[in-house]
Structure formats: C-alpha cells, structure tokens
C-alpha cells in the first residue's frame, strides 16, 4: 500500500522503520508538527520522525493545522491508500480522515478502552496496573474510540518509568502497526469494536500534576515519580525553590518521619510520606545538572527537620 505516515516524538521513530523495512509497503510522505523552539538557544528544531524522515529522502509534510487547505489539497494529490499514525500531536478533521481509502490507523499505547487520551503510559503507571499494552484502530471522530484491528500486552515492572515502558512498548507496536498494515492490505485483518466497558481516560500530565504531595502513601508517591519521569519530570518545593526528583525506593521501615520531613545519612536521603518514607534518587535543583541526592544534601545541607513541600 501506499501510506503517509503521521507521527510526532522519537517514540513514533520505530514504528516509522518498520514500515520502510516491512518490503510491502510504500512510505510515500510523512506529516508531522511544526518544528518547535528547543534547548537553552531556543533554536527551531525538526521533530524527531522529520528528521528520520528527511533522512530517508521523504517527503515531510508540516502543517500548522491539519484542517489547513494547502495540507488537505497536497494530501489529496498524494492519494495514500491508508495513513498510519504514532503520536501525531493534533487531532484530525473528517476532511483529512476520507482521504485514504483505507481509512487512518492509530498506533495507540494502551490496551483500549483502556487509557484512551494523550498520556495513556503515565496513567498506566501512576494506576499502578501491572500489564499494559499497544493497540492499532481505525480512527473515527471519538477520542480514541475506533474498532482495534490488533493488541500486544507488555508487563509493568515495579521499577519502570515511563519512559523505560514506552520505550519497550514503541518497539512492540511499531511491529504490531506493521502487521496491521499487512492484514489490512491482505483483507485477513478486520477491526472490531471497543468493549462499552472498562474506559478510562488518559488526559495529559501537566507540569502542576507532577507535584509530589507528600501526605500521599509512599506507594501512591513512588508511582507518580515514575509515571513523570523523564517527562513532565515530577518536582517539590525545598526552601521554596523547585527540586525535580527522579524516582524513589520505598523503605517500609521507615516510619517516624512526618509528610515531606527529610533524614540525611553520609549516603542517602530519606523523604517522609503518608505512610512510611522513600530514598530519593536522583535530584535536579535550579539551574544544576543532575545529581545524586546525596551530592545534593552535601552541598546545600539542609538544616534538621526541613520538610520537602513546604
């Protein structure tokens, strides 16, 4: 087939491989978003699937919105016969989606109807659910609401992140998506409808969502950390300055410090939580590289009984 490839973040990359390796099909173009300001020069920088593709020697395809006229009307000359997607960024308009005849298919990160939204890995971790997944559906006008062609489960560790899970699951899904373009091609492959139970929604992790609440269990504490970590990146107030934190270690045995009450050794750094306290890892003040929390409690020495939060 013919394809036009939407997608967005390096998470998009592999799935964008698969499909110029599969030996079947015809990446024709690629759509992506505008380049975006990036590093401390605040330079305009590519996204990560432009770039693989301008490597590959394919067309890319930038629209502000993909309701603007010039996209559509290029779109329409391209005549892809289906557009695979993989975290685009933008919501598409029906104009867009009755191009193909084969209709758009999203790789989505969850195990649908599970998590449908923007951030359905984070939520999946922050849930503390012990199995996710990668689905492939048609896209309709609901969010993430289109019959599923195909699924693969991934287990969730006690310790990933999510970026260590998304990207094991980018790497799953990009052969899932593969396959799914195959069965489609083939006609072996028919979607069938989500389950009208079992939703759950996924909206994005805002920089405010990622702010630890110490009087939370520890449990509730070390699943946020990981689920914001690499990004939006979770944080707290010492001294009223922000600290991001990287994920933590729970230590039930740990129980006398108060909410957010900090204990510090030659090698570690305890937190106090609802229930019992965490060791903080790696730490991230202002204008710093990151460091270990050791390092940092060596270098600003807090005095005794300061409290994280406050």
């Known amino acids: 087939?013919?394809?036009?490839?939407?997608?967005?973040?390096?998470?998009?990359?592999?799935?964008?491989?698969?499909?110029?390796?599969?030996?079947?099909?015809?990446?024709?173009?690629?759509?992506?978003?505008?380049?975006?300001?990036?590093?401390?020069?605040?330079?305009?920088?590519?996204?990560?699937?432009?770039?693989?593709?301008?490597?590959?020697?394919?067309?890319?395809?930038?629209?502000?919105?993909?309701?603007?006229?010039?996209?559509?009307?290029?779109?329409?000359?391209?005549?892809?016969?289906?557009?695979?997607?993989?975290?685009?960024?933008?919501?598409?308009?029906k104009a867009a989606l009755d191009v193909p005849r084969r209709g758009w298919v999203n790789l989505h990160f969850s195990l649908l109807p599970a998590w449908r939204g923007a951030a359905p890995v984070q939520h999946a971790v922050m849930a503390g659910d012990e199995v996710t997944g990668a689905s492939t559906f048609l896209i309709e006008q609901g969010l993430d609401s289109g019959p599923v062609y195909g699924v693969v489960t991934e287990a969730i560790g006690p310790a990933d992140t999510s970026g260590d899970l998304l990207g094991r699951l980018s790497r799953s899904g990009a052969r899932l998506l593969a396959a799914t373009m195959d069965g489609i091609e083939d006609g072996t492959l028919a979607a069938q409808p989500q389950p009208s139970d079992g939703i759950t929604l996924a909206p994005k992790i805002t920089v405010e969502d990622a702010a630890v609440d110490w009087t939370a269990p520890a449990l509730r504490v070390d699943r946020l950390v990981r689920a914001c970590t690499p990004a939006p990146g979770a944080w707290t107030l010492v001294g009223g300055e922000r600290l991001k934190l990287g994920p933590v270690r729970p230590v039930p045995e740990r129980t006398d410090l108060a909410p957010g009450e900090l204990a510090v050794s030659k090698h570690s750094v305890l937190a106090g939580t609802g229930s019992h306290a965490v060791e903080l890892g790696e730490v991230r003040a202002v204008g710093k590289k990151p460091m270990s929390a050791a390092d940092w409690a060596r270098g600003v020495r807090p005095a005794p009984g300061t409290r994280l939060g406050a």
């Open 1 to 93: 087939m013919r394809l036009v490839f939407a997608g967005t973040p390096e998470a998009a990359v592999p799935a964008l491989d698969a499909l110029l390796d599969s030996g079947r099909h015809e990446v024709v173009a690629v759509v992506t978003r505008p380049d975006a300001t990036a590093g401390r020069g605040r330079r305009l920088v590519a996204s990560p699937v432009a770039r693989r593709a301008e490597e590959a020697g394919i067309e890319v395809l930038k629209p502000s919105r993909p309701r603007d006229e010039d996209f559509l009307a290029r779109l329409r000359e391209i005549a892809p016969d289906c557009c695979p997607v993989v975290a685009y960024g933008a919501l598409l308009p």
